[in-house]
C-alpha cells in the first residue's frame, strides 16, 4: 500500500522501499514563477541530499530525478516529533555541525524533517536547502529550529540547550551563535519600526 | 457588556464601540504623511489633534454611561503615537470610572478577524505596513510561525510606489497597476525556512526601473513573487499544524489578489479561507474594542500603573484564556 502525504509543497507517496517526493503544481502562482520554483527545487534538493551525505550526514540515496520528482530511500525509522528528548535533540545538533561545515544550510530545520533510524538521525527534505558559507545563513538556520522546539515542546528550553551541544561541534559554533541572538533581537517589531518612518 | 477601544499604533486614529454582538460605532481619522512614510512624531500629532473630535463622534452614538471598559492598543507600534492612545484611555477611564485593557494590537487583528468570519482556529496571514506574520493557536497562546526577517510587505509596496511617484496610500494603487501587467519577470524569491524577506524584491524592482521596463510588468511581478512567498509559508503552517481554516487580516489583506491566491491555496488543501470585510482588516478601533471585552470577559484589566505603552510588544506574551 503507497501512502500519500501532501506536504506543504510537495506529494511524497511512501512505497514499501522507496519514497517519490513529486513537487505538484500550485495554482495560486503564476505558472511562469511556479515551473521554477519546481524545477529548481527539484533538481537542488537531489544534489544537497547526496552532497550532505558524503560529507556523513545520514539522508536517503536518490535512485532518480526527473523535472519535478525525486525518487529515493525509504526511511523507515520514527518520526523525530514523536520521540524528541534530550539525547535525540543533541544528535540533531551533530548532524547540523556536519551540514554546516559542509556549506550547507538546511532551510527547514524541523522535527518533521527528520527521522530515526538505527540510532541516527536522518535529515530529509532538502527543499529549501542552499550553499551559504556566511554566518548569517546558519544563525537563521538553527533559528528555525529554536523556533520550531518553542512552537512544538514544553520543555524546549532543555532541548534547545541539548541541541546545542550537539551543534557545538561546528568549528564556527561560537560565531553562529552569537549571530543568533541578534536574529532573535531582530526581526522583531523595534527594529521593523524605523523601516516604517 | 460594552467595551470602547482606542487605535493609535501607527498611522490610524480609531474609536470603536462594541457589544458582545455587534459593532455599535467606528469612527476614525488617518494619517497622511505629506511625503515619504509615516514619521512617528508626525503620525502622533495628527492623533493628538483629532482624538476629540473622533470621541465626540463616537459620543453622537452611543452614550459614555452605558459603555463597561475603555481598551486601547498598547503595542506593538510607534511608541509616540502608542502614548496618544493610551492617554486618552486612561483619561477616559477615569472620567467613567470603568476598567481600563490594554490590548495587543496584533492579538486584536487576530480575535475580530475570527469574531466576524467565524473562523474558528485558523493559520492567520497578518500583512500591514510594519508586520508580516503568520500566527496560529498553540495551547494557551498564539506562536508566530513565520514573520519577515526585514521590512513588512506594506512598507516594502509602499517604497516601490512612492519610487515611482505613485501617491499614497501606494498599496492599491500598485495592485491597480499590476492588474494590467502582461509579463513576468523574475525576483528575488527568498523563503528561509518559514520566514522571509522583501528587501531583495523592492531593490530589484527599483533597478528594473530605471533600467526602463514597463512599469505594470514590474508591481505585477512585484505581486506575484511577494504574494506567493506570503502563501506558501502561510500552507506550510497549516501542513506542518494540521490546520484546515486560514485567516487573512491586516491592511494589506485588501488585496484581492493575496485574497484570491490564499482562497486558491485553501481550495486545493480543502481548507477553508477567511478574510473579514475590509473595514474591519486594517488598524481600526472595533478590533481593540473586541479584544478588550474579551479579555474583560476573562477578568483580565490593566491598572494605570501598569498600562505603559509597549512599541515591542509580542502576540506570544499574552496568555490566552479563551
Ligand atoms: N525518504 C523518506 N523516508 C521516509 N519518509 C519520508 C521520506 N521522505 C519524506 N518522508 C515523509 O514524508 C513527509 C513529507 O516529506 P518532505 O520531504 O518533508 O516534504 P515537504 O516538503 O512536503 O515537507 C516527511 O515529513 C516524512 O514523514
Ligand atoms: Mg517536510
Redesign the pocket.
Known sequence: MVKV????????R?HDSF?E?IRIRKRYRIKELDDFLRRRRTISEARIISNARKHGVAT?VILDVDDCRIV??????E?VREIMNRDVSREIGKGVAKLHSAGIVHG?LTP??M?LKNGRI?F??F?LSYYDERVEAKGVDIHVFYEALKADFDNWGELWEAFLEGYSEYGKFSHVLERFREIEMRGRYVDKSENRS | MISLGIESTAWNFSVGVVSEDEVIALEGDAYIPREGGIHPREAAQHHSEVAGKVLARIFEKVNPGEIDAVSFSQGPGMGPCLRIGATVARTLALKLDKPLIGVNHCLAHVEIGRWLTGAEDPVTLYVSGGNSQVIARRGGRYRVFGETLDIGIGNAIDKFARYISLPHPGGPEVERLAERGERYIEMPYVVKGMDFSFSGIVTHAMKLCDEGYRIEDIAFSFQETAFAMLVEVTE?AM?YLGKEECLLVGGVGANSRLQEMLGLMCTDRNAEFFAPPKRYMGDNGAMIAYTGLLMMKHGIRTELSESYVKPDFRIEEVEIPW
Not at chain 1, 501532501?6 to 511524497?12: D, F, K, L, Q
Open positions: 502525504i501532501m506536504g506543504g509543497e510537495a506529494e511524497v511512501i519514497v517526493k536517503p529515493m530511500e525509504r526511511i523507515d525509522g518520526p527547514d518533521m524533517n527521522i536522518y530529509i527534505d527543499g | 506550510r501542513a
